[in-house]
């Protein structure tokens, strides 16, 4: 069982099937972590940075 505060973390929709994945986790801001290298902690955006974020790798896949 998770406390409150823990965030809830799930596979990346943008994570590949060749076993590198992300897991993020939203809330008052968007966690994102390494499955391999969960130790290393997690980076945090705003909700404004992460959908900036997303629109410009969006942008360099077209």
């Not at 994570?15 to 994102?32: F, H, I, R, Y």
């Not at 945090?44 to 942008?59: D, H, I, S, V």
């Amino acid at each position: 069982m998770t406390a409150p505060h823990d965030p809830t973390w799930h596979k990346s929709s943008y994570s590949t099937n060749s076993g590198d994945c992300l897991e993020v986790a939203e809330g008052q801001s968007v966690l994102v972590r390494d499955t391999q290298h969960r130790e290393l902690g997690a980076l945090a955006f705003t909700g404004p940075e992460w959908n900036g974020l997303l629109a410009t790798l969006k942008a360099r896949q077209s």
